[in-house]
Structure formats: C-alpha cells, structure tokens
C-alpha cells in the first residue's frame, strides 16, 4: 500500500515490512540468516544466499546510520515548533496499528489540526484527504512525514510550492535524508529527522 511499501527478498524470504524505527531496532534480532533462509548447501556455493546476506547488511548499515543521525533543536526549540497546530501528515494510514495512524491521532487528542495526505484514500479518521501538500487549502504550519527516506525530497519540493505557511518539515523516526534537508533549509524552512513527534510531545510535555 501507499502510505506502507514492502521490500521482500526472493521466494519465501519477506525480510523487511517497514514500520519505521521500530523495524530497524528489530533488524538484528533478523540477522539469523540460515534460520529464515535456509541452510547452504553442503557442497558449492548458494550465490543467492550470500547476496541476500550482504544485501541484509547493507540494509542494516543504513538503518544504523539514520538512527545515530539526528537533527540538533534544543527541547526549546522543539517546544517552540509545537506551537504551531496545523499539521500535514504524508502517508498517513487508515490501519490503526501503524505509526502512520496512531501518531497523528495522538496529535488530534492534544489540540493538534492534523491534515492528512495520502492519495489512495479519500478520508482518515473523518478528515479529508488530500493527494498532495499543495492541495490543501488552508494553512499548514508542519509536514510530518511518514515516507521512507529516499521519498522525501519530492514532498519536500511540494512543500515548497506552499512555502507561505509551512515553516517546517518534520521527518518520523528512521527518516532522513539529506538532499531534502538541504533543500528545505535553503528555501527557509526548519528540518526535524529521525524523532518521532509522539515521542517527543510526551518527553517534552
């Protein structure tokens, strides 16, 4: 689904369903390879089996380099951005047991106009949405994003295109990425990554 890509190996190998962070502190639990591939073979080499083990590899790398980068706002400053109630959140879900969900339902039950965004539903939790930021007819302060990281610079181009509002971009944990950062910052908007906006209401507040 849209507002939830899946990534699977080959055959019966579904390694990585994407759940954000919560995913990425359960990758080495998922490291057990001969155990959820199966055992090599006794004699020669299984090509795909070394692959696949390499691939996972990369994959964790990658996660642990986005879970150790993180933005550098002061709790004054995150205090500050909370200010701000109209919230656009990309990839929010109709599933309840997704980040996409419950998240942006926290932020409703304290006070937050939450915006959803998401093209392959009409509705989320009784408000409309929308298929782009830009669509959205009334003001927006924050895009939060629930989109993998290599997604976010078209949202972040789109954002843009309704700068007049939004004064910042907010990436959900386990997201980031740096070209969009950059463009974002360039075009005067502030850049929260890899905190979930959840967590840090409840840290803060």
């Known amino acids: 689904m849209w507002e939830q890509p899946c990534w699977y190996f080959p055959n019966k190998f579904p390694y990585h369903q994407y759940h954000g962070l919560g995913a990425c502190r359960a990758l080495p639990e998922r490291l057990n390879f001969v155990a959820a591939y199966g055992s090599p073979p006794t004699q020669g080499v299984n090509i795909r089996f070394i692959l696949a083990a390499i691939a996972i590899i990369l994959l964790y790398s990658h996660h642990m380099y986005i879970m150790a980068k993180q933005d550098s706002h002061t709790d004054s400053q995150l205090k500050k951005i ?106 005067g908007l502030d850049v929260v990554f890899n905190r979930c906006m959840m967590a840090e209401h409840r840290r803060l507040f």
């Open 82 to 187: 909370y200010e701000l109630k109209n919230i656009a959140v990309v990839g929010m879900s109709t599933n309840e047991e997704k980040a996409g969900h419950f998240v942006p339902k926290y932020l409703i039950q304290h006070g937050f106009n939450v915006i959803p965004v998401n093209p392959t539903v009409s509705e989320v939790l009784g408000r409309r949405s929308y298929s782009t930021v830009s669509d959205i007819p009334d003001r927006v302060d924050v895009v939060n994003i629930f989109r993998k990281s290599e997604d976010v610079p078209p949202i972040v181009n789109d954002a843009i295109n309704k700068k007049d509002h939004i004064k910042v971009i907010w990436m959900q944990e386990g997201i980031y990425n740096e070209e969009a950062e950059k463009k974002a910052v360039e075009n």
